[in-house]
Nanobody
Framework: QVQFVESGGGLVQPGGSLRLSCAAS????????MAWYRQAPGKQRELVAS???????NYPDSVKGRFTISRDNVKSTVNLRMNTLNPDDTAVYYC????????WGQGTQVTVSS
């Protein structure tokens, strides 16, 4: 059974940084394309960063240059470094495959506020 456990969220001031981590219980993790998604209140879930099994990365314009995704195939983890956060980044953040499967973790709340 696939499981994702996200951690590292919290309350941060505008301009601050956070590092999110996701532990994946997945067989042969290294062969999967992975991604981070977020869902803000009243909005649809959106992809914010993706990384292929070959470690190629992609970001939407809204976070490009501020977010960095990485993976550790030994530990089966995928991380998201977020810099220069602003209130529009407030959301629950999730990791999943890219494209996503049906099983989602509980997510980790990121709140950017002064």
């Amino acid at each position: 059974q696939v499981q994702f456990v996200e951690s590292g969220g919290g309350l941060v001031q505008p301009g601050g940084s956070l590092r999110l981590s996701c532990a994946a219980s997945v067989m042969r993790f290294g062969g999967y394309n992975m991604a981070w998604y977020r869902q803000a209140p009243g909005k649809q879930r959106e992809l914010v960063a993706s990384i292929t099994y070959a470690r190629n990365t992609n970001y939407p314009d809204s976070v490009k240059g501020r977010f960095t995704i990485s993976r550790d195939n030994v530990k089966s983890t995928v991380n998201l470094r977020m810099n220069t956060l602003n209130p529009d980044d407030t959301a629950v953040y999730y990791c999943n495959f890219d494209p996503p499967g049906d099983s989602w973790g509980q997510g980790t709340q990121v709140t950017v506020s002064s």
